[in-house]
């Protein structure tokens, strides 16, 4: 016996508006049984996880900046993704990004202007999208698997960030610590609004998501993209190129990971360290998914994502249990609703094979 | 759906200001955790402090935690929301937080903060740290009289000064006995990764290391050399139960009594910004029973910490070279704290080029 996903004919659309409730109110009930089952009372620890970050002013400020990086790289995924190009790299092309961003306020110290600041994001840009550049060189040219290569060159970026930050670029006051000279004021991306210290970070996600979305919907490429993404012959037919779109989707994603990569360290952390990102670009490529490819739907999965992770802190200090039940609870959350929205477009079929009978291949 | 949420949600917030009411008269002294407060290390041990601090208080405190936070972005929100959360002190237990503390404590003048291995203090900031190196001095002589090839190695994490003067303080004990000792270092560019740990171990033992130490956080040196039969030295927790037969000693991080100190001076009001770099002689850092070596050994170990607490031994006492042959400390003098604060340099017998 097994078990086969069946695509169903009609999925259902009043379902597939439904299934973000429905994943959260399954999630509520597995999750309280799980509260409940340490001891801990199931209503406040809910309630400590998916409603007090909301009533805050100040952790709404935190899930922006939370969400900020994962909805800019997600929706620059999404085209990616839509077109049939995996780039799995974003993380490397996050941290090429920033790289080459703090290039004017660490190599360039002395210089004070008000263009340093717009220089650093073009510059963040122009990095995730030239690193993002080897990928879709290889894929275009030598017919390389970009999957690979783009998530190879991931950890390449991570250890040449640490020999910058402990080598040329290491900040001559801080006690050989590895890290690089503070970022001037004028080279620290402003807040958003005076309440808090969510930054301009989280205006670029939302104006890259809605560009996106408008250009899918309503341009040409949006529709060259779809039709490459679907059949790569009926693209050629319609005179659409399949290695341009390589390249424009790949500088796309990888610029926008860039940005988010400078915005990140602009705007939070104030200049170069080791570790600069935990994992945003990995995260990202659930957000896209989870946002269904849509990039509204990344907005709305970015915010979603960092809510869990600001109310995972909530619930281990409210309720002191430890961080590991947090993180089981964010992983039941994505279960339930990755799983609705597969039910949706799919039928689980149990299928009795026999000797002989059945056919190579089976379930995926 | 949407009802049911939301009568869910209005039943919490009344659950929830209730609870909050009641954990009005408690002090709460707040704790971040690197790592999982079970790690066998560095975060346990400063658990273990933390639970200490809780018994002794007993109903008048709280102690809450958040474990697991990383160092960058997500640890000043960590650090925000425990200030925030009415804790009166909070101890931010890694040297990455050092930014995110300052940072915070900016925007919170009237809470105190506590950020233990940085350098960066301020009115609400104070620092703390252990004289660790005099830990380290005594396992290089151990290392010096049990190793039969001579050749020691060492599981590094960050080239920061506070590792370095620990490779250097352990070289500079071993030498004292055997002046032909090395040290082989591997950095493993982490605090705590058991899996990268482990082959370091197994990296330096295949290079024919026949006694390992570490500054790391997980026991899984430990087990390499358990398995390996190779001696070896715990780092921040008693690793004993990991090596039964290995473990030669550790240094133990004992933060209770600074824990409770710190305590008692914001509940009686006195509490100042400080910078505390204490050692063996304060009980801020204490050797594990000296184990699995002949007793003439035992006695030595025994000796120079008895000399490291009465202040007759200093760990950086010359003469001392550096490794590019140049000298550092003459004859009898002793290094001031700011040159160890900042050590950037290897001494001489260091069988590794420190990364630039």
Known sequence: ?364 | MKKIILALATSAAVLGFAAAASAQDKTKICFIYVGSKTDGGWTQAHDIGRQALQDHFGDKIETPFLENVPEGPDAERAIERMARSGCALVFTTSFGFMDATVKVAAKFPDVKFEHATGFKSAENVATYNARFYEGRYIQGLIAAKISEKGVAGYIASFPIPEVVMGINSFVHGAQSINPDFKVKVIWANTWFDPGKEADAAKALIDQGVDILTQHTDTTAPMQVASERGIKAFGQASDMIAAGPNTQLTAIVDTWGAYYIKRTQAVLDGTWKSEQVWDGLKDGILTMAPYTNMPDDVKKLAEEAEAKIRSGELHPFTGPIKKQDGSDWLADGAVSDDGTLLGMNFYIAGVDDQLPK
């Open chain 1, 1 to 364: 016996m097994r078990i086969e996903l069946e695509k169903r004919a009609n999925p259902s659309t009043l379902y597939s508006v439904l299934s973000p409730f429905l994943a959260l109110g399954l999630t509520v009930i597995a999750g309280g049984i799980m509260f409940a089952l340490i001891g801990k009372d199931p209503v406040s620890a809910l309630y400590s996880f998916f409603i007090e970050p909301l009533l805050d002013i100040w952790s709404l400020h935190e899930i922006a900046i939370k969400a900020a990086p994962l909805i800019l790289i997600g929706a620059g995924l999404s085209i990616c993704y839509r077109s049939n190009n995996w780039n799995i790299g974003a993380e490397g092309q996050f941290i090429m990004g920033a790289i080459a961003g703090a290039i004017v306020p660490v190599v360039f110290h002395d210089w004070h202007s008000p263009l340093v600041l717009p220089l650093m994001l073009v510059f963040g840009m122009i990095g995730g999208a030239l690193y993002a550049a080897i990928p879709a060189f290889l894929k275009a040219h030598m017919n390389t698997n970009e999957i690979l290569t783009s998530l190879m060159l991931v950890y390449i970026a991570q250890l040449f960030l640490d020999w910058l930050v402990r080598g040329p670029w290491r900040s001559p006051d801080a006690y050989n610590f590895p890290v690089t000279r503070d970022f001037a004021p004028e080279a620290i991306l402003p807040e958003l609004i005076a309440s808090g210290r969510a930054n301009l970070g989280f205006a670029f996600a939302i104006i890259a998501a809605v560009g996106l979305w408008l250009m899918m919907r309503y341009t040409l490429k949006g529709f060259e993209i779809t039709v490459l993404g679907q059949s790569e012959r009926a693209g050629r037919f319609a005179g659409f190129s399949s290695k341009r779109m390589i390249w424009f989707s790949m500088l796309l994603s990888g610029g926008l990971a860039g940005l988010a990569g400078i915005s990140e360290v602009s705007g939070t952390i104030g200049k170069l360290q080791p570790i600069i990102s935990p994992g945003y670009g990995f995260t990202a490529i659930i957000v896209a998914f989870l946002g269904r490819l849509n990039p509204l739907g990344i907005i709305a999965a970015g915010l979603f994502l960092a809510l869990t992770y600001v109310g995972g802190e909530a619930v281990q200090l409210t309720l002191s249990v430890s961080d590991k039940v947090t993180r089981v609870f964010q992983g039941l959350l994505l279960f339930f609703v990755l799983s609705c929205d597969t039910l949706i477009q799919y039928k689980i079929r149990l299928v009795f094979s026999r000797l002989g009978q059945s056919s190579e291949g089976g379930a995926h």
